[in-house]
């Protein structure tokens, strides 16, 4: 292998790439289908199921390709101003078609305040969060933002039985802390943390918080910028 | 959220083209509009059908694919119609792509869509965003109006009433007023704009919109600083390349410059306009192979682009021909077919352009000339010669790359005389004259180029060191290379009257006296005539 000089990483990440790209199709045509089978399909949980599913490799893929350039230092935060509630709203919609299916309610209590983030990478966090919140909540997701301590702090509350207690904790991952034997790596974790720390402001920078609580008693996922 | 004009439909009064290939896309995007209330809505799946549609109607919203198969994609579309101005600033233009990051799309140097939208889009998406868009695009309509009709003050007070009412979209009307104030050459309110933004946050924008107004108030060396800074963070960050290679240029760092556009070509290899800066650059900084790399991709870019141009394949042409010159191994002959090659394409692709014809066969003599192929090179020579016999309205270019011919094919009088005349006519053009001037000076391919510019700075520096007899060694060795060099010619000169003075020999002014016969009908224009007189005086003064 080495002989051929392959860049394994390299060869690795186009082919996440292609994957990712896949998915997508396959994505937008469920959302195809939903629409055009709307009465037959809307509540069928093995549809469900096929779109949460895609929608969480998908998730992994993206995750996988900015880990990749995280590593190769190719990932940088270009952060911008934005007006919160329209994010989180706007954010929300690409998910109404699978929440409205599973008959998740889910709702956005956000202050009329601007932030400075990424608005791809937080996109990215968010999608992963909220899949997971789908898959632990029991029938309500929350959507938070607000000013806290000078930080903007989003989160993702849901009425599910909660993190367990080896994975609520404060701050930032590393890399090493990833558990590749249980089935659980806390990738998207791994990654959530990575997107926040490349936010930073002067001698601040993000972290993420996991905790139970919230308006619902359930977890309660938050990303804390400067 | 109650609105009072919540029965009010935006997307109702607007007109809406979507371009995309696949017919399915086109008809569900068009579903997923009209559910959300729109209603002139048109669909075509290429990008000659979108300009054509542009060209006689008014679109609101353009949705546009990226991939769209073979020929233009998406990029070349906006490309075209901001170019041509068939698509006005108030409207909007969203790129639909497959691709979460936007690297395939990213690092055009101009016209960036207004949003990106990332495939799968459903309805409830697309309402949200085009919803937010829409709202966006007429609150500030009022502002983009004037700017259309180029009333940037107007625009200007606009954008500032607007501001403290409209907190959502500071971030656009802040980077508007600073483009505005840019435009207008108010400097310093284009710098406050900025510092304003970045005393608040430091904001990458921000400090790129700062740098270009540095560069603009040629404070160089704090420009060049901030974007080296800039893009230590954000190594993807496209028009802080651009910006450098500038301010570095602009520094006389022409070396340093070329590097920074090499990188970022590197990041992003599809803009055009920046491989046709890189090429330019290496090719007067005499790196032919980069050079002619870089035009090869411009070139093949141009294949779809509004800013494709047959001067490109001249350029190519040209290039590939300085180093084919005198290799006739099969590098270089796979180089001079290659140059022909390309120069019978820009004949046809270019069909009907004034001279076409016959600035390709101004190159094509040279190549044969390189490859030995001397007989060819005569018969190519013979019949450009009688379409150039009025020397008096040929253009700047095409007579500078006769001459270059010229000199090839041992023309030389027939080539000075006409750079002579040349230098009369473009005497107030400066970029031509030194263009006149480097060629009077170093008629000879691009290797001796190097070798001869090699040895005048070895030479300068040892006559710096005081080490006479050497300079004058060098300079000489110089001077069988490129015999006519001006300044080579008289830099000698200096060093041998300077050795008279410490060793009075006749001898060393006879040689001064020949540099100087070579210099006779150097053109009054030519940055070293002042310098060639004023020696002569000296000289004449020396040997009475």
């Given amino acids: 292998m080495n002989d051929q000089n392959i860049d394994f990483s390299m060869v690795l990440a186009s ?53 990749y350039r ?11 101003e934005h007006f919160v509630p329209d ?15 599973l008959g998740i309610e889910v709702s956005v209590e956000a202050e009329d305040i601007n932030g400075f983030f990424d608005e791809d990478l937080l996109t990215g966090v968010l999608n992963n969060t909220i899949n997971n919140a789908i898959r632990y909540t029991r029938s309500k997701i929350l959507l938070t933002a607000g000013e806290r301590d000078g930080y903007l702090v989003i989160g993702v509350e849901d009425d599910g039985k909660g993190y367990p207690e080896s994975m609520q904790h ?50 309660v996922f938050e990303i804390w910028l400067p | ?161 607007a501001l403290p009412r409209q907190p959502r979209y500071k971030t656009w009307l802040m980077k508007t007023l600073g483009d505005l104030y840019f435009q207008l050459g108010d400097l310093a309110h284009a710098l406050k704009i900025y510092d304003d933004v970045l005393a608040q946050r430091e904001l990458s924008w921000a400090k790129l919109g700062r740098c270009k107004v540095l560069l603009a108030k040629r404070s160089l ?27 570095l240029e602009r520094q006389g760092r022409p070396t340093q410059a070329q590097q920074v556009l090499e990188k970022a070509a590197e990041h992003s290899p599809n803009a055009l306009l920046r491989q046709k800066h890189l090429a330019e650059l290496a090719g007067s900084n005499q790196d032919m192979d980069t050079a002619s790399d870089a035009w090869r991709r411009t070139v093949e870019l141009g294949t779809h682009s509004i800013h494709d141009n047959s001067e490109h394949y001249l350029a190519l042409g040209q290039t590939l021909s300085d180093l084919s010159e005198g290799d006739l191994e099969e590098e270089g002959a796979a180089r001079a077919k290659e140059a022909l090659a390309v120069l019978k394409k820009m004949e046809k692709r270019f069909d009907g352009e004034e001279d076409i014809g016959l600035r390709s066969r101004i190159v094509q003599c040279r190549v044969y000339a390189g490859q030995g192929q001397d007989r060819q090179a005569a018969k190519v020579l013979e019949s450009i010669r009688p379409e150039l016999q009025d020397t008096a309205t040929l253009n700047a270019q095409t007579g500078l790359d006769y001459a270059k011919t010229l000199f090839r094919m041992g023309q030389e009088t027939e080539a000075k005389q006409l750079l002579g005349e040349m230098s009369e006519r473009f005497s107030d053009d400066p970029d031509i004259l030194q263009k006149i001037e480097s060629l009077l000076d170093e008629p000879v391919g691009f290797r001796q180029k190097i070798k001869a510019r090699t040895l005048n ?21 110089a001077l069988e290379i490129v015999p006519d060099h001006a300044s080579l010619n008289l830099n000698l000169v200096q060093v041998l009257m300077k050795e008279y003075g410490n060793n009075p020999d006749s001898d060393l002014l006879r040689r001064c006296q020949s540099c100087l016969a070579r210099l006779t009908g150097l053109p009054e224009q030519h940055r070293q005539h002042r310098r060639y007189i004023a020696l002569q005086r000296k000289l004449k003064g020396l040997m009475e």
């Fill in chain 1, 15 to 67: 082919a996440v790439h292609d994957m990712k790209n896949s998915l997508g199709m396959l994505l937008n045509s469920l959302d195809e289908l939903r629409s055009e089978h709307e009465e037959s399909l809307g509540e069928s949980s093995r549809f469900n199921t096929l779109q949460y599913e895609a929608e969480r490799m998908h998730n992994d893929l993206v995750q996988l390709l900015g880990i």
């Fill in chain 1, 70 to 80: 995280l590593g190769e230092n190719n990932l940088s935060a270009h952060i911008e």
């Fill in chain 1, 87 to 101: 994010f989180l709203t706007e954010h929300l919609a690409r998910h109404t078609p699978l929440l409205q299916g």
């Fill in chain 1, 170 to 219: 404060t701050g930032t991952l590393n890399f090493k802390s990833l558990d590749f034997k249980s089935g659980s790596t806390s990738l998207g974790l791994f990654f959530a943390s990575s997107v926040a720390k490349l936010h930073s402001e002067g001698d601040r920078s993000g972290s993420i918080k996991l905790h139970n609580g919230g308006s619902f008693g359930g977890g």
């Fill in chain 2, 1 to 161: 959220m109650t609105d009072s004009k919540a029965d009010f439909n935006p997307f109702g009064k607007l007109t809406y083209l979507v371009i995309d290939d696949f017919e399915n896309f086109r008809l569900s995007m068009r579903q997923m509009l009209r559910s959300c209330g729109a209603d002139n809505i048109e669909l075509v799946s290429n990008a000659n059908q979108a300009i054509q549609y542009c060209t006689y109607n008014h679109v609101d919203v353009v949705l546009c694919d990226f991939n769209l198969g073979e020929g233009k994609n998406g990029q070349h579309i906006l490309e075209e119609l901001r170019h041509k101005k068939l698509l006005k600033r108030s409207s909007l233009f969203l790129m639909v792509t497959a691709e979460t990051s936007k690297e395939m799309v990213m690092g055009a140097r101009e016209y960036q869509p207004d949003a990106y939208l990332t495939k799968p889009i459903n309805r409830a998406m697309l309402e949200k965003r085009l919803g937010a868009l829409i709202s966006q695009r007429n609150v500030l309509m009022p502002i983009n109006r004037e700017i259309d009709r180029e009333n940037y003050p107007e625009a200007i007070s606009l954008c500032l009433q």
């Fill in chain 2, 221 to 247: 060396d704090e420009a060049v600083d901030g974007l080296r800074d800039l893009l230590a963070k954000h190594p993807d960050y496209m028009e802080a390349y651009d910006l450098l290679a500038e301010g």
């Fill in chain 2, 457 to 477: 700075r070895d030479g300068i520096r040892s006559f710096e060191s005081g080490n006479l007899q050497e300079a004058a060694e060098i300079f000489s060795k």
